[in-house]
């Protein structure tokens, strides 16, 4: 567990239920001071389970499995997934091989990015919970394009192996998103909804 900011004295404890640096460099732009911690989650999907189903089941499992460290805390959850254009899901490679052919899969296709969101009040049990869906088209890549991306990115912790806020902006032809943090992992429009509605003030 990490400290984000020194919370104001009668400012309620929130907490992002995530490891990934990514979503806590997101969230430092609210302003807000925040803990983390990393989610003890089994993030396979169920047998038959829509990626939409499951985005939004783990986002909501993630931020309910630190409820017993953070009893009175408002707790933030966010999972994400990339669908190929066959339905079938692009998950974090792990290593190169698997990222080089997650990447020559997504070349010249569209790729949808699932993020589901969840906002929990550890006080009262109830949670908001949102998604928000990315598309963006992958132009024809070639093998020494896959290959030089990995050299510079090695985004093997990423869904679908792709990084937009970097490199892999190269890798496209467009996008089509309602809010790029989105994309990212964690949506921050939504959030900031939320928060607000929970009595955070953002800004």
Known sequence: M????VRAPGVREIVLASSSPYRRELLERLKVPFVWSAPAVDEQPFDGEAPEATVRRLAESKARSLVRAHPDALIIGSDQVAVSADGGLLNKP????TAR?????SSGRAIRFLTGLCLLDGKSGRAQV?????EVSFRKLTDGEI???LDVEQPYDCAGAFKSEKLGIALLESMSLPD???LVGLPLIALSAMLRRAGVPVP
């Open 2 to 5: 990490s400290q984000g900011a």
């Open 94 to 97: 792990g290593n190169r091989e």
């Open 101 to 105: 052919l997650l990447l020559q899969r």
């Open 130 to 134: 949102d998604l928000s869906e990315c």
């Open 147 to 149: 290959e030089r991306y």
């Open 180 to 182: 790029p943090t989105a």
